[in-house]
C-alpha cells in the first residue's frame, strides 16, 4: 500500500477512534449512578450499544480499505471475524484473539438492545459488560497501534 493510502487509512482509523473515544468518556460519566434508575439503566444500555456500533465502523473502515465486501447473512459477526484475521500479503489483523472475545459479547448485546423492544433490562447485564468495556479499551489501543506499524512493513 502506498503511503498516501497510508495515510488517509491512518487519519480515518485516529478519527473512528475519537469516536470510540469519546462513547467511553459518557460511560464513565453514567457509571456511577447508572443502577440507580431504570432510565439509568437504560441510558448505559444505549451507549454499550453505541460503542459497539463505533467498534464496528471502525471495522468497515478497514475493509474498505482492504477487501471487497462481507456478505449480508451473517454481517456482523462476520465483520469481527474478519478482523481477527491476518490476510497474507494483504493486511494484518487488526483484532487481537483477546479483544475478539470481548467485542463478541458487546456484539450479542447490541444485538439483544437492538431487538428487546419490550423487555426490560436487567442492571447486571450492562454491569457485566462495563467490566468488559474496560477490559477491552487497552487491549484494543494495543491493537490498533500494531496494525498501523504492521501496515506499513
Do not use: C
Not at 478519527?15 to 448505559?44: H, K, L, N
Not at 456478505?71 to 471475524?81: K, M, T, V
Not at 475478539?100 to 454491569?127: K, Q, S
Amino acid at each position: 500500500m502506498d503511503e498516501a493510502r497510508i495515510a488517509i487509512l491512518k487519519a480515518e482509523i485516529e478519527s473512528r477512534q475519537r469516536d470510540i473515544d469519546s462513547i467511553y468518556d459518557r460511560i464513565e460519566d453514567r457509571r456511577g449512578a447508572f443502577r440507580e434508575t431504570s432510565e439509568g439503566i437504560d441510558s448505559m444500555a444505549y451507549q454499550i450499544h453505541n460503542l459497539y456500533s463505533a467498534f464496528e465502523q471502525l471495522f468497515e473502515t478497514v475493509v474498505h480499505y482492504f477487501e471487497n465486501r462481507i456478505e449480508e447473512e451473517r454481517y456482523h459477526i462476520d465483520l469481527l471475524r474478519r478482523m481477527r484475521l491476518e490476510i497474507d500479503g494483504i493486511r494484518p489483523a487488526l483484532v487481537s484473539d483477546e479483544a475478539f472475545v470481548l467485542l463478541d459479547e458487546l456484539r450479542r448485546f447490541r444485538h439483544f438492545f437492538r431487538h428487546a423492544y419490550t423487555a426490560g433490562l436487567n442492571p447486571e447485564n450492562p454491569a457485566d459488560l462495563l467490566s468488559k468495556t474496560e477490559r477491552l479499551r487497552p487491549v484494543h489501543r494495543r491493537d490498533v497501534a500494531e496494525f498501523l506499524v504492521r501496515i506499513r512493513e
